[in-house]
């Protein structure tokens, strides 16, 4: 099995969501946004998964009922997961 898309046989990529707030203050005389933004901290989503950079393919676990075409791919969300234990 290569990691690569099933279909077309291009690039994967590894996507998931975060989200987070853009903060700007906003001026108490003119009522104008300052240009600074900051950022909240970061929440992460549920929403993960494999896409191709080509086609349509998507991927999202094996939550769904085992795929076993794609079972391969399983090791690249627990990548993720263990990358995130170190931080
Ligand atoms: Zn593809």
Not at 65 to 80: K, M, P, R, T, W
């Amino acid at each position: 099995m290569k990691y690569e898309c099933p279909k077309c046989q291009s690039q994967l990529k590894y996507w998931e969501e975060i989200l987070f707030d853009k903060e700007r203050t906003i001026n108490k005389r003119t009522g104008k946004l300052n240009k600074k933004v900051t950022r909240s901290n970061e929440i992460e989503l549920e929403q993960h998964g494999i896409s191709c950079t080509k086609c349509d393919f998507h991927y999202y676990g094996n939550e769904n009922g085992n795929d076993v075409d794609y079972e391969h791919l399983n090791a690249i969300f627990d990548q993720s997961i263990n990358e995130r234990g170190k931080g």
